[in-house]
């Protein structure tokens, strides 16, 4: 009961905070931004699922975001499907390699469940990029308009595009968080948990340990698919790179830097890595520099993230 | 017949790189239980460092010792500045600090040098040499020499000097070997220092050959784990037969089935070695203690 | 007819058999314990019998049918929980929601329930809930029930697996060493559970090194040695067996060092 007001609080803060900001914005192009950050938050709250509740790490999720990606680019013009479909098939897709894959991977633990997983979207984006008669190759292709904006035209809605996923975005985050919080209290997500705390002693009070981490790899995947068909959707082209190994990095660090174990400490580190380099678009070259020392100090300074550091820290002076 | 000759001659000379960058994994997992996903970017400052310094005017053996001298440094700095204050953390994190360090020493190798290819000239020319029909280049034999001698050069060291016995025994058991008057931190910064080093020597071979840029170390990290994983993680006899073995099943799927998908050999390699043996060939399995 | 019966188990670590052909039963309502001097094999049977170790050689039987090597979760359906020596607690988790862990096989159920908050799921997490609270009652932990597991004391820790493990509802409860490092107030208040709770009919296995709490509610003792069972009887017959009175002389200091 506790925890069910304090679930609607959080959502309520975010959604208000996704209905304000616009607000604050300079030009039209921070929808844009915007729509990024809720589109890499919406993958990241799935990484908090497998990492955070779970404890199974993955450096391999943009393997995920590749198939929700391309699903949405090929569905469309191979088999005729309209975006939006594209968008579950990609989905369930996603979800069903996972289910294949995440059998044998999840058996493995720590330094060898990262590099299988991180072999896996590997492979992905190999093929993405070499599958040229499909794919395009590196170089990409475009994906097919979800018509939502003519749709909403006709209803009488003048919306611009960054306007129109600015929204759409929102709302997926929004669905996103309240789907994992409803997870995180629920009998799943205290087993998730349970075996992230002892393996052993989750086994032992009945939790199937493998059917439990199979599952958080699966909602996970999910999550990375949607993020990835959106991403395409609003860009209305894609390359590779959604599936490469960097995507997957900054992923994990994007969860880790806000704090993996809360929705919230995810969404905060999204927006972060997000918002960064749009910051830094005068220095481009300094953005590697930039990644690569945040990743290090967060780790060693604020090993819980930048979220449950500074609520202590407000905890503290409370007391 | 030809043809399956030159698959291995390049096979081989891969293989002995993919043997030295899994070698340097294998020093620091065994040091320090960490698997540092940096190690490729010791092989591209190796490379790096040494085109810069010859064009500046450097002979080139000058150049390379230098550069495997101030990769070793970095190898030593990493320790310092990022492995051991996070000493104790979760898994998670030390892969998360080891990939950034590998992107925060891209970011700066491309802002302080460029990101353009280079190469510098092999040491022995470039002609090839006939060998029954299928050649070799004069490097290649210079790569595979120097894989041997260091290898057998660490093995001297780890089983007939002192260091290299308190090494083997901090890896053993880290407690123990502290109870025993070991240096445990010393060992450690050791082991980082060392790994660069050799990171770097496999650099300053192959890039005459593969040529260097700021991001080759990705895929040689991974295939470098890769090779370690194969031959069983923290074994130095593995590094190198998992390294060779990798190598030539590159080389042979490159020739036979698809050069497209000859990185993703790799890939399987790690995914069909977890799942079959995940101890690897020279591996030993563990019990877990309640 | 017996509810856990052990026979020939055995198992090596690296050649050195760690127990070896040990037999015997529980009954329901039984409290059987296995005493023996350190490192004689008492937690190693346990993790045979829960199924965390795979026996080399030897079978378990539950209730009648054999359930040897089958995963701690299955034995946990079939009626079979267990407390840890070295404490395996959630850490990280509150006080309650370790207990609620302990609920999982009674208020699980379908993923879709769980994703989408259904009343079904929230009906069972009430359930079970109610359930964990008058738990936390019985072991005196409904104070701290909001609280971060990590931060108890050892003594409520040791109470709280109690908690968990009893939140299986089970039929065999296994107890490894549950009043080591409780004071004489707590020991006497695990002794009081224990006779408690196999009154209700749960057959209960206990290692334990204190010897009066076990010569003073166990219905049967098996002493184990070197991993091999050296006697076995009621207490008064235990206490005068000769092998017993020498392997426990031979370490003798230990376990005057421990207590």
């Not at chain 1, 294949?100 to 992905?124: Q, S």
């Not at chain 1, 919306?159 to 629920?186: F, K, P």
């Not at chain 2, 390294?243 to 390699?269: C, H, N, P, R, W």
């Not at chain 2, 790690?270 to 995940?278: E, K, R, S, Y």
Request: charged share 15%.
């Amino acid at each position: 009961m506790m925890a069910g007001r304090r679930k609607w609080l959080q959502l309520g803060v975010l959604a208000a905070l996704i209905v304000l900001l616009p607000l604050f914005f300079p030009s039209g192009y921070y929808y844009r931004v915007g729509a990024l950050i809720f589109v890499n938050a919406l993958s990241v709250v799935g990484l908090v699922i497998l990492i955070g509740y779970a404890g199974q790490i993955s450096l391999g999720h943009a393997g995920f975001a590749g198939i929700g990606a391309y699903a949405c680019a090929l569905a469309p013009q191979h088999l005729g499907l309209h975006p939006g479909l594209a968008m579950l098939l990609g989905a369930l897709i996603s979800g069903v390699v996972a289910l294949l894959i995440g059998r044998p991977i999840l058996r493995l633990k720590g330094y060898y469940l990262a590099v299988a997983t991180l072999g896996f979207g590997i492979l992905m984006s190999m093929v993405l990029t070499n599958e040229r008669a499909l794919t395009g190759g590196p170089d990409g292709m475009s994906v097919e308009d979800l018509g939502l904006r003519a749709m909403l035209r006709e209803l009488g809605w003048r919306l611009s595009g960054g306007e129109m996923w600015y929204g759409v975005s929102g709302i997926a985050l929004l669905i996103g968080a309240w789907v994992a919080l409803n997870l995180l209290d629920s009998p799943s997500g205290r087993a998730m948990r349970a075996l992230h705390g002892s393996e052993i002693a989750a086994s032992t009070v009945g939790i199937d340990i493998a059917r439990q981490k199979l599952r958080a790899f699966v909602i996970s995947a999910v999550y990375a698919s949607i993020a990835g068909s959106l991403l395409a959707l609003q860009n209305g082209f894609i390359t590779p790179d959604v599936a490469g190994f960097m995507h997957s990095i900054e992923m994990v660090t994007m969860a880790v830097l806000g704090g993996v174990g809360s929705v919230f400490g995810g969404i905060l580190g999204a927006a972060i890595l997000t918002f960064l380099p749009q910051l830094l678009t005068v220095f481009a070259e300094y953005e590697q520099l930039v990644l690569g020392a945040v990743m290090i100090l967060v780790m060693i300074f604020l090993p819980q993230g930048l979220l449950p550091s500074i609520g202590r820290r407000i905890g503290r002076k409370g007391e | 017949m030809d043809a399956l000759l030159q698959f291995i001659f390049s096979g081989v000379t891969v293989g002995a790189v993919y043997a030295l960058v899994a070698l340097g994994f294998t020093i620091i997992y065994n040091a320090s239980d960490v698997v540092n996903f940096a190690q490729g970017e010791f092989v591209m400052l190796g490379g790096m460092i040494t085109v810069f310094a010859h064009q500046a005017g450097l002979p080139l053996a000058l150049a390379a010792v230098l550069a495997i001298i101030v990769t070793a440094a970095i190898g030593v700095a990493l320790n310092k500045l990022a492995i051991e204050p996070a000493r104790g953390a979760p898994v998670v994190s030390v892969i998360i600090i080891t990939i950034g360090a590998s992107i925060l020493i891209r970011g700066a190798t491309q802002l302080i040098f460029d990101k353009q290819l280079h190469r510098f000239p092999a040491f022995s020319g470039d002609d090839p040499i006939r060998v029954m029909g299928a050649t070799i280049l004069p490097q290649s034999l210079w790569v595979t020499g120097g894989a041997l001698v260091v290898f057998a050069g660490l093995w001297l060291f780890f089983t007939r000097t002192l260091t290299g016995k308190a090494v083997l025994a901090t890896a053993n058991n880290r407690i123990a070997a502290q109870l025993v008057g070991i240096n445990t931190g010393a060992i450690m910064t050791l082991s980082f220092g060392l790994s660069a080093a050799i990171g770097a020597l496999a650099g300053v071979l192959i890039t005459p050959i593969t040529l260097v840029s700021y991001d080759v170390g990705v895929a040689l990290a991974l295939k470098g784990f890769a090779a370690a994983m194969l031959g069983g993680m923290g074994n130095p006899k593995g590094a190198l037969v998992g390294g060779l073995m990798l190598g030539l099943l590159e080389a042979l799927t490159a020739g036979y089935l698809s050069s497209q998908y000859k990185d993703a050999v790799a890939f399987i390699v790690i995914l069909a070695v977890l799942f079959v043996m995940p101890q690897g060939i020279f591996g030993k399995s563990s019990t877990e203690r309640v | 007819m017996s509810l856990l019966e052990v026979s020939g188990l055995g198992i090596a670590f690296g050649g050195l058999m760690a127990v070896n052909d040990v037999s015997f039963a529980v009954k329901p309502g039984e409290i059987v314990s296995v005493i023996g001097p350190n490192g004689a094999g008492k937690t190693t049977l346990f993790n045979m019998i829960s199924g965390i170790y795979r026996p080399g050689r030897g079978a378990v039987r539950l209730n009648g049918e054999d359930v040897t090597g089958e995963a701690p979760h299955r034995l946990a359906e079939k009626g079979l929980s267990r407390t840890f020596q070295n404490l395996q607690i959630f850490q990280e988790m509150t006080v309650l929601d370790n207990v609620l862990a302990g609920y999982h096989l009674q208020e699980r159920g379908p993923i879709w329930a769980d994703l989408l908050s259904l009343p079904s799921m929230r009906r069972r997490a009430t359930i079970a809930r109610d359930g964990a609270r008058a738990l936390l009652e019985r072991v005196r932990l409904d104070k701290t029930e909001g609280q971060q597991a990590g931060s108890l004391s050892y003594g409520s820790l040791k109470r709280l697996e109690i908690a968990r493990a009893l939140a299986l509802n089970p039929k065999i409860l296994l107890l490894d060493e549950p009043a080591a490092g409780c004071n004489a107030v707590e020991t006497e208040e695990i002794d009081h559970l224990i006779t408690e709770l196999a009154g209700s009919g749960i057959a209960i296995l206990l290692v334990e090194h204190d010897m009066k709490l076990v010569m003073r509610i166990s219905s049967h003792i098996i002493v184990l040695d070197h991993g091999e069972k050296i006697a076995e009887g009621d207490p008064a017959t235990v206490s005068r067996d000769p092998q017993v009175i020498a392997a426990y002389l031979g370490a003798g200091q230990e376990e005057e060092a421990e207590c």
